[in-house]
């Protein structure tokens, strides 16, 4: 069993930054991919971004550029590093390790 806690979230103008933080524990001895997914009001859920154990990275074309998955070192942290915000990124993020899911962080792009 997983347990994911998520932090970061909240209301940023336009061009600012967030980082967003996700610790995993449980009991598990790894997990092979971690990321992001976010759904917006009416919109269906969608990956952000993903990062492997091994560090390979993906993101969505609408992020690249502007945000950045990394992983601690214990590899049980994730974090989405996210510069340039747009109104178009607010939504609910969700961080996912394996087959297990965060509750959610509400990120707020707005003047």
């Known amino acids: 069993q997983v347990q994911l806690v998520e932090s970061g979230g909240g209301l940023v103008q336009p061009g600012g930054s967030l980082r967003l933080s996700c610790a995993a524990s449980?009991?598990?001895?790894?997990?092979?991919?971690m990321g992001w997914y976010r759904q917006a009001p009416g919109m269906q859920r969608e990956l952000v971004a993903g990062i492997t154990i091994g560090g390979n990275t993906n993101y969505a074309d609408s992020v690249k550029g502007r945000f950045t998955i990394s992983r601690d070192k214990d590899k049980r942290t994730v974090y989405l590093q996210m510069n340039n915000l747009k109104p178009e990124d607010t939504a609910v993020y969700y961080c996912?390790?394996?087959?297990?899911w965060g509750q959610g962080t509400q990120v707020t792009v707005s003047s």
């Open positions: 996912v390790a394996g087959n297990n």
């Open positions: 449980g009991s598990f001895f790894s997990i092979a991919v």
